[in-house]
Structures are given as structure tokens and as C-alpha cells.
Antibody
Framework: QVQLQESGPGLVKPSGTLSLTCAVS?????????WSWVRQPPGKGLEWIGE???????NYNPSLKSRVTISVDKSKNQFSLKLSSVTAADTAVYYC?????????WGQGTMVTVSS | DIQLTQSPSFLSASVGDRVTITCRAS??????LAWYQQKPGKAPKLLIY???TLQSGVPSRFSGSGSGTEFTLTISSLQPEDFATYYC????????FGGGTKVEIK
């Protein structure tokens, strides 16, 4: 079955760029699904960041749109998140998820801390 | 923006209790609503989509209802493994989540 695995640096400096990758295994990223990023600050709720289709089409949360780029690499069966100009408020667990009916498959999440 | 308001935000219940969580949308979202369960340190797990469709593998004690702006998640008989935080999510426009309902042991 499809599994997702996030990877990337756990520590990012303020004003820097957060970069994460979600590897898709057990299935193709070119299937008829959107692929999303969601984050959760410590002790808080869930926030949708954005999504991508294998064609490269994207949708972003308007509150983050100016700082977010999501891309897809079909050759590696993965998709990526870049969040620029980060501050401490971007400290969170970042999840990738498959969108099928709803968000039916999630990665385990990766904690990213923004600190100098 | 579509805002989702969950109530209550905290719920104390006993094993065997019937539990109901409400999610209200700031505007109509038809049936584009999902429910998730999240346990500490774990990713959310999809329970229900399209307001009332049970995700494969989810126990039948979970059920969802509603359309438009008001939705409910019901657990018919609370089990020890059900103590967790529950979130609603709307997918009518760009996705957003409710603030969560933490279900704790009484």
C-alpha cells in the first residue's frame, strides 16, 4: 500500500528557507491524486499549507501563498515543500498527505524548529 | 475563508459512553467534510469523509452526519483506544480544519 515519508533538516535559521521532501512508496505519484502538505505547531491544531498534482498544478493556503513553493519530481516519485522567510511561528511538525476523498494517507511527520 | 468551529473543545467521558462532537462551518460546504482522529505523537487518521462515509477499516461505532453548515461525529460506545483528539476538515474550498476536540477519560 502507499506510504509517505517526510525528510529534511530539523533546524532552520530565522529568515531562512525550510525545505522538505515527501517520498511516495508503494504507488505512483502520477496517480489521480493531489498531494498535500499540512503542519501542526506544538500543542496546536492542523493547518493546510498547499497541494500539488503530478502535472505540476498547485494550490496554496492564501495565508502562506507568498512564501510557499510546492514542486513534484516524478522521476523520484516525490514532492517537495519550500517555505521562505521563516520565523519561530513556522516551528511545527510538517506532514505530507495523499488527497483521495479526503486526506487518506499521511506521513509520520517531521519536526522542524526555527531557531538561531 | 471558511471557518470551522468545533464543540466542545474538551470532553471528558467514560468507556461505553455515547459521544457527539459538533462542527459548524461559517458558510455552506455541502457534504465536503471529513473527520480525523489524532493520538499524541502520531499523524491524523481519516475516519469519515463526505460527511458520513466511513473510511475503510474504521470501526462502525464511528458515524458522521450533517450537510451544509452543521455536522456531527458520533462514537456510539467509547472504547479505550478512542481517547484522542478529533478534528473536522472542510474540502469545499481550500482545505481548513476545525480547532479540535480532545476526548479524555473521565
Amino acid at each position: 500500500q502507499v506510504q509517505l515519508q517526510e525528510s529534511g533538516p530539523g533546524l532552520v535559521k530565522p529568515s531562512g528557507t525550510l525545505s522538505l521532501t515527501c517520498a511516495v512508496s508503494g504507488g505512483s505519484i502520477s496517480s489521480s491524486n493531489w498531494w498535500s502538505w499540512v503542519r501542526q505547531p506544538p500543542g496546536k491544531g492542523l493547518e493546510w499549507i498547499g497541494e500539488i498534482y503530478h502535472s505540476g498544478s498547485t494550490n496554496y493556503n492564501p495565508s502562506l501563498k507568498s512564501r510557499v513553493t510546492i514542486s513534484v519530481d516524478k522521476s523520484k516519485n516525490q514532492f517537495s515543500l519550500k517555505l521562505s522567510s521563516v520565523t519561530a511561528a513556522d516551528t511545527a511538525v510538517y506532514y505530507c498527505a495523499r488527497v483521495f476523498n479526503a486526506f487518506d494517507i499521511w506521513g509520520q511527520g517531521t519536526m522542524v524548529t526555527v531557531s538561531s | 475563508d471558511i471557518q470551522l468551529t468545533q464543540s466542545p473543545s474538551f470532553l471528558s467521558a467514560s468507556v461505553g459512553d455515547r459521544v457527539t462532537i459538533t462542527c459548524r462551518a461559517s458558510q455552506g460546504i455541502s457534504s465536503y467534510l471529513a473527520w480525523y482522529q489524532q493520538k499524541p505523537g502520531k499523524a491524523p487518521k481519516l475516519l469519515i469523509y463526505a460527511a458520513s462515509t466511513l473510511q475503510s477499516g474504521v470501526p462502525s461505532r464511528f458515524s458522521g452526519s450533517g450537510s451544509g453548515t452543521e455536522f456531527t461525529l458520533t462514537i456510539s460506545s467509547l472504547q479505550p483506544e478512542d481517547f484522542a483528539t478529533y478534528y473536522c476538515q472542510q474540502l469545499n474550498s481550500y482545505p481548513s480544519f476545525g480547532g479540535g476536540t480532545k476526548v479524555e477519560i473521565k
